[in-house]
């Protein structure tokens, strides 16, 4: 728990409640004698890590700090009040309330500081983006992708640098790796480069089957080719070219969404594929991938989903079912076509007898149920998933909706709390013995007999009697223009500026950052020249207030031998001397 008891120190508080913080700020004055009228320690127990508590001594060092802060928004004569983490950027004295000792207690002030918390998350979001490699543990649709970083870090994956043609759906895998831009803890992979290089004549891939018709198919190697691959009969139907097969079509062979084995073919720089002479022993070239450093697009056995409108093969009972959304893969049994394409072209012209036929298409049709019932499962996780998401959501915002109801609430209550302490000091400023000091000023003889009576009180008042020892009142003039000056101020603004006044003809004014003490100078711009007089006299400008509008600013007269002549109190846009 940090003490503030020297004025730099009261200046400094002052710049770090004003300042960006991440915890609220408890002060906590002590009275006349010395004393702490609220508990710091209990204070500090109870508010823990989330908030930090420092106290100040009554005195010159809650004067500095008043004068240093915005307009009752500071603590005094064992009160305190508890400044939110962003009071700088709205410095209004209702947003932390002043809690006196005769009316409040410590648990009061310690539900201001906790109302007031913010919280971070925790670990810190990483600070600048950078490059990382993931593992995929959940897919769940455009929203809800999570991955887990080599630190064992969860992170969602997003497509925030993904074309729309690309889902992350079709792109991510549970279980495989995933490279991306981490910042905070978003992850957005970016889509991999397209290089067909990697296909040599003769290599053998796989490809998705994209269209099909009776007598040619197209393929690609990435979706985002659009144009695909022609295959023509010859380089799907084994023994054309010899005139065998003549009866089977390109649609008897492969089907709209199926993922095949394919030889890739160069002719120059022409990139071909065929299904002819697939070796299926040989080993794979790895499809190429969506996103940068992610696993590959098609796997062997997993088959995309087939548009009804593309297909030309006749419908069968098994596919009348219902289409599975997008997103959904289903591993579906080599048609007995498909098998015998993958033959010896003679066993084409086998005619199988029609039990076997009937048996086939019932081991067809029992791997299409299979396929199905695992579809409906993978249909109603997603759907789990997708009302958990939508939950989330609602959860969400019905959390802010209360938070919103609570900051109007307590918005309410600081008002009303704010309105009832403005009262209480408003009432107790005319009580109090600085108020009955002042005088009429038409009881004097002169104006400035009347500035030198309130200055010298002003001074017995504000100082100690070791103060009045180390600063005591210099000798000072006063220029035909102050007095007048001082008319348009009310009771606030004018007792601003006699402990201005005093801070300047003690010396202090130097000492307290904020007065802001500096020359007059004949210009706004830096490098104009001061302003000076004949005689020697340099002109010097001090803070009455800031962060407050139409603040007002002291301006006075220094002489070669250091005497002080007070010039005028001016607003803060008034530069003359």
């Known amino acids: 728990m940090r003490h503030v008891d020297t004025i730099d120190e009261a200046t400094a508080i002052a710049a770090e409640i004003l300042g960006p913080r991440k915890k609220p700020l408890v002060l906590i004055s002590t009275d006349a004698q010395g004393k702490f009228l609220f508990d710091p320690s209990h204070v500090e127990r109870e508010a823990g890590s989330d908030a930090d508590v420092v106290t100040i001594a009554h005195g010159l060092v809650t004067f500095a700090l008043e004068d240093a802060l915005p307009e009752k928004t500071s603590v005094h004569s064992g009160a305190a009040r508890s400044y939110p983490v962003d009071f700088g950027t709205d410095p209004d004295w209702q947003r932390s309330i002043l809690r006196f000792p005769d009316r409040h207690t410590s648990d009061d002030l310690i539900e201001d500081a906790l109302a007031q918390v913010t919280f971070f998350p925790s ?5 600048r983006r950078e490059w990382v490699r993931a593992i995929v543990e959940r897919v769940s649709g455009g929203t809800g992708n999570i ?3 080599d630190n064992g870090e969860l992170v969602s994956v997003v497509a925030d640098h993904l074309p729309p043609s690309v889902s992350l759906s ?3 895998a549970v279980g495989e790796p995933v490279e991306g831009w981490l910042l905070d803890r978003d992850l957005a992979p970016e889509v991999s480069e397209v290089d067909y290089s990697r296909f040599a004549d003769g290599a053998v891939t796989l490809a ?3 269209k099909v018709t009776p007598a040619r198919t197209k393929l690609v190697l990435h979706p985002s080719d659009t144009s695909g691959i022609d295959l023509r009969r010859r380089d799907v139907i084994p023994g054309i070219d010899d005139g065998e097969n003549a009866d089977v079509q390109v649609s008897d062979i492969v089907r ?3 993922t095949v084995r394919a030889r890739v073919t160069r002719s120059g720089r022409s990139l071909g594929l065929s299904l002819v002479g697939v070796d299926p022993e040989v080993a ?6 969506l996103l940068s450093g992610g696993s590959p697009w098609l796997r062997e056995g997993v088959d995309g989903v087939a548009d009804p409108a593309l297909t030309r093969v006749p419908a069968t009972p098994a596919e009348s079912m219902p289409a599975p959304p997008a997103g959904y893969t289903i591993d579906v049994p080599a048609s007995p076509v498909s098998t015998l394409a993958a033959g010896s072209p003679s066993t084409l012209h086998d005619h199988p007898s029609p039990t076997a036929a009937l048996n086939d298409i019932r081991d067809e049709l029992s791997g299409l149920r299979g396929a199905f019932a695992r579809l409906s499962r993978e249909l109603r996780a997603g759907t789990d998933l997708e009302t958990i998401d939508r939950l989330r959501d609602e959860v969400a915002g019905l959390t802010s909706a209360l ?17 009832r302490v403005e009262l209480r000091e408003a009432r107790a400023q005319r009580a109090t013995p600085t108020e009955s000091r002042r005088t009429d000023r038409a009881s004097w003889p002169s104006g400035d007999a009347w500035l030198r009576f309130e200055v ?4 017995a008042g504000r100082s100690t009697a070791p103060d009045k020892t180390n600063h005591p009142l210099r000798e000072y003039t006063i220029g035909t223009d102050f007095v007048p000056s001082l008319t348009p101020l009310d009771a606030g603004q004018l007792e601003k500026a006699l402990r201005a006044i005093v801070d300047v003809v003690t010396g202090r004014a130097s000492e307290i950052t904020g007065r802001q003490l500096h020359r007059l100078r004949t210009g706004e711009a830096g490098n104009s020249p001061y302003v000076s007089r004949a005689d020697g006299a340099t002109c010097w400008r001090a803070s009455i207030e800031i962060n407050v509008a139409s603040a007002r600013r002291l301006h006075y007269w220094q002489h070669p031998n250091g005497s002080i002549e007070l010039s005028r109190v001016v607003l803060h846009d008034d530069f003359q001397p």
């Open 123 to 127: 670990p810190q979001p990483v600070s």
């Open 147 to 149: 991955a887990k970083l």
């Open 170 to 172: 079709d792109a991510l």
């Open 208 to 210: 998705r089957v994209v």
């Open 256 to 258: 709209v969404g199926q």
């Open 284 to 289: 794979l070239v790895p499809p190429l991938s």
């Open 403 to 419: 938070h919103q109801e609570r900051d109007v609430r307590r918005e309410r209550d600081t008002i009303i709390a704010g309105l």
């Open 456 to 459: 010298l009180s002003t001074w």
